[in-house]
């Protein structure tokens, strides 16, 4: 498990003391202070230009002083956290001081700050977000004050643990994890009893949407600590094929965290673009000016898997989208089993 050492702790503790020192320096020499922020990929790379690989923060700017001085509070709370241990949710920080913050997107701005100016990932800073995921299937976790989390027994859906990083051990016999986008086809699939009908062990995810890192993290831990393989079910439509897509290489905002949470062997079994009209999928609905916004961004992006770019072109070709719910009466025992065991995935 990739838990905080104490090793690692005292280095961030350190760089940030130097920070603070250095920015301390920098108000009394000069009346003012500057928080370089690392730029993620893509805004360097915006619209064809290069721009700069940092955003400047400036306290004597009137536009980002509200945001420097959120970046002092945060920087004070994690070296609390740090120093005396301990850890605390994105919404707990909003309520400790309303008047600075004025809205939690806010806080949740400087937190992603925070994290890339000092290179880690929030879960290494003590600073968590609200878990949305649930598990089911083949899973015991055990967490370091002795509690345990086994879906055997509970028989059903559990939620994840705020602190995915108190995750001690894993137990599982599972044979593959499959994840799905939305949590109304994580309760169908439960209802329609998934684990008998598909014949292995399995593990079933929903991150209800876009995942927050404790999904991500639990894929990323089952996937390299079992090798197990981890199959994705996401709506053919361009949101589906991004949230495929922040499972198996990370979100952009955190795209230095890659190698805590992603999980670059995901395999994307359906729905395919492709699949819409072979399938006679009723029930299709035609792509909105927001839709099309999003196939241009992702096709932008470099390093894309050809087999994904090439569903981004049918979407665009075909003006329609549709959703799991289409294809929900033969998930069980025919696309999903057919698709693992021809090994029909991008």
């Known amino acids: 498990m990739e838990k905080v050492s104490k090793e690692n702790k005292v280095l961030i503790l350190n760089n940030l003391e130097r920070l603070v020192m250095e920015m301390l320096l920098e108000l009394v020499m000069r009346g003012s202070a500057t ?11 915006k619209n064809g230009e290069i721009h700069s690989p940092f955003r400047c923060v400036t306290y004597n700017n009137n536009r980002s002083r509200h945001r420097f001085c959120l970046l002092i509070y945060m920087l004070a709370e994690i070296h609390r956290l740090l120093a005396e241990g301990g850890s605390c949710t994105v919404r707990g920080l909003y309520y400790r001081n309303t008047q600075l913050i004025r809205a939690q997107s806010f806080i949740v701005a400087a937190k992603l700050d925070v994290c890339r100016i000092l290179n880690t990932a929030p879960f290494h800073l003590g600073i968590l977000s609200a878990s949305k995921g649930l598990l089911a299937g083949d899973i015991r976790m055990t967490m370091s004050n002795g509690d345990i989390l086994d879906c055997n027994a509970y028989g059903g859906a559990i939620s994840l643990p705020i602190d995915f990083e108190n995750v001690d051990h894993i137990d599982t016999r599972a044979e593959l994890v499959l994840i799905v986008e939305k949590e109304s086809v994580f309760e169908s699939l439960l209802s329609r009893n998934i684990f008998n009908s598909f014949g292995i062990r399995l593990i079933l995810v929903t991150g ?28 053919a439509d361009p949101f589906g094929i991004e949230i495929m897509l922040v499972y198996r290489h990370g979100s952009q905002s955190l795209d230095f965290t890659s190698n805590l949470l992603a999980t670059p062997s995901l395999r994307w079994v359906g729905l395919h673009p492709s699949e819409i009209c072979s399938l006679a999928i009723g029930g299709t609905a ?22 994904v770019r090439q569903e981004l072109y049918k979407l665009q070709q075909m003006q329609l989208k549709a959703e799991i719910e289409s294809v929900l009466d033969f998930l069980c025992g025919d696309y999903i089993p057919n698709k693992v065991n021809r090994n029909l995935f991008l």
């Open 208 to 235: 209800k949407g876009y995942p927050d890192c404790s999904t991500r993290r639990l894929v990323h831990r089952l996937t390299m600590e079992f090798n197990l393989p981890a199959y994705i079910l996401v709506d």
């Open 35 to 45: 928080f370089k922020v690392p730029r993620y990929r893509t805004e360097r790379e």
């Open 286 to 307: 035609p792509l909105s000016q927001e839709d099309n916004k999003k196939i241009n961004d992702m096709l932008n992006r470099k390093n894309m898997d050809l087999g």
